[in-house]
């Protein structure tokens, strides 16, 4: 348990990012309700580490502050929270469902990688910043890519498309896989190493593209660039 409060003042963080790095005996974690940050490596290989309880107060999670925590089932994200910082929950093998909620402006890289039960993420808002790899090797993405379709977010962005091979055509008025894509991640595209002509078509918003060389023709048509 991190208290409210020590000797009258208030515990809104952490001085010391790996303060519980390792210690495989941690079950679970409860903060105090001021805590607005969860440092860097902060509980980084607690492999024992089952629930956590996030405060309604953070609006950070340092980069790995979860990673390895491989017995780690249950993680609700408050509202509020406004970034998660590289590799957060990267091989916490045992999560199944994620809600991202509205208040999130950025996801960097690998948040989720190898966490390879989750099978259902839920997006509270339509946009925010996300970098590559966010969902590499999730339930999620595999079966995604056995079906042969792009990751696509239930509010309409797409995520990745790693699946798509060939002379793709992105079009916001067609649906795929059950949703219409409505706009675009920057790094939507860096994995679709199958993927030689691309053409992005009737979106609301792109946020620039990173893509991979396997690419060598990009059409863009009736689209809004962010």
Request: charged fraction near 30%; aromatic fraction near 8%; include cysteine.
């Given at each position: 348990?991190?208290?409210?409060?020590?000797?009258?003042?208030?515990?809104?963080?952490?001085?010391?990012?790996?303060?519980?790095?390792?210690?495989?005996?941690?079950?679970?974690?409860?903060?105090?309700?001021?805590?607005?940050?969860?440092?860097?490596?902060?509980?980084?290989?607690?492999?024992?580490?089952?629930?956590?309880?996030?405060?309604?107060?953070?609006?950070?999670?340092?980069?790995?502050?979860?990673?390895?925590?491989?017995?780690?089932?249950?993680?609700?994200?408050?509202?509020?929270?406004?970034?998660?910082?590289?590799?957060?929950?990267?091989?916490?093998?045992?999560?199944?469902?994620?809600?991202?909620?509205?208040?999130?402006?950025?996801?960097?890289?690998?948040?989720?990688?190898?966490?390879?039960?989750?099978?259902?993420?839920?997006?509270?808002?339509?946009?925010?910043?996300?970098?590559?790899?966010?969902?590499?090797?999730?339930?999620?993405?595999?079966?995604?890519?056995?079906?042969?379709?792009?990751?696509?977010?239930?509010?309409?962005?797409?995520i990745s498309a790693g699946g798509l091979s060939g002379n793709a055509?992105?079009?916001?008025?067609?649906?795929?896989?059950?949703?219409?894509?409505?706009?675009?991640?920057?790094?939507?595209?860096?994995?679709?190493?199958?993927?030689?002509?691309?053409?992005?078509?009737?979106?609301?918003?792109?946020?620039?593209?990173?893509?991979?060389?396997?690419?060598?023709?990009?059409?863009?048509?009736?689209?809004?660039?962010?």
């Open positions: 348990v991190i208290p409210d409060e020590i000797d009258g003042i208030r515990v809104a963080g952490m001085w010391y990012g790996e303060l519980f790095k390792d210690h495989k005996e941690i079950r679970s974690v409860h903060f105090g309700k001021n805590m607005v940050s969860v440092r860097e490596n902060a509980f980084k290989g607690c492999t024992g580490l089952e629930r956590v309880e996030l405060p309604e107060a953070l609006i950070y999670i340092g980069s790995f502050a979860f990673s390895g925590c491989r017995n780690l089932e249950e993680v609700t994200l408050p509202e509020g929270l406004k970034e998660i910082d590289w590799g957060a929950f990267e091989n916490c093998r045992k999560i199944r469902k994620i809600v991202i909620p509205e208040s999130i402006d950025r996801i960097d890289g690998e948040v989720f990688q190898n966490c390879t039960s989750l099978e259902k993420v839920v997006f509270k808002s339509a946009w925010m910043k996300m970098y590559g790899g966010v969902f590499e090797n999730t339930k999620w993405e595999k079966n995604c890519k056995k079906k042969g379709i792009p990751l696509i977010s239930n509010k309409g962005m797409l055509v992105i079009d916001g008025k067609k649906a795929v896989g059950g949703r219409k894509i409505q706009s675009v991640n920057r790094y939507a595209f860096v994995e679709s190493r199958n993927l030689h002509t691309l053409t992005i078509q009737n979106i609301k918003s792109v946020e620039g593209l990173y893509t991979s060389r396997a690419i060598k023709k990009i059409v863009l048509k009736k689209i809004a660039l962010l």
